[in-house]
């Protein structure tokens, strides 16, 4: 059984920076295709940014995040990051790690919740204007 634990979150000051990290267990994270999603009170859960296993190489990230956050793995860690850059108080959310099986597929352009099998708990991300 995958478990995933979230760890980063904190409180920043419009424009500045912060990198989540999803430390992974039972489940190998450069095989299988992973992602991270926030939810923001009121608000549906949404795809952030999505990465496929290694011998693909791909990544999605949605509009909003675009030239400001970047997905990545550490192999040797067995952990996901998310660095976020320039963020601003509509970033604010609780940000989720998750999981799926084997590599993305149209998992990578759906950014769909239920596309995904393991989630973690969550971290919290505020931003002060």
């Known amino acids: 059984q995958a478990q995933l634990v979230e760890s980063g979150g904190g409180s920043v000051q419009a424009g500045g920076s912060l990198r989540l990290s999803c430390a992974a267990s039972?489940?190998?994270?450069?095989?299988?295709?992973m992602g991270w999603f926030r939810q923001a009170p009121g608000k549906e859960r949404e795809a952030v940014a999505i990465?496929?296993?290694?011998?693909?190489?791909?990544?999605a990230y949605a509009d909003s995040v675009k030239g400001r956050f970047n997905i990545s793995k550490d192999h040797a860690k067995n952990t996901l990051y998310l660095q976020m850059n320039s963020l601003k108080p509509e970033d604010t959310a609780m940000y989720y790690c998750?999981?799926?099986?084997?590599?993305?597929?149209?998992?990578?352009?759906?950014?769909?919740?239920?596309?995904?099998?393991?989630w973690g708990e969550g971290t919290q991300v505020t931003v002060n204007s």
């Open positions: 990465t496929d296993i290694d011998i693909d190489d791909t990544t």
């Open positions: 039972g489940y190998t994270v450069s095989r299988n295709c």
């Open positions: 998750a999981a799926g099986v084997g590599n993305c597929g149209v998992r990578m352009f759906r950014h769909r919740r239920d596309d995904f099998d393991y």
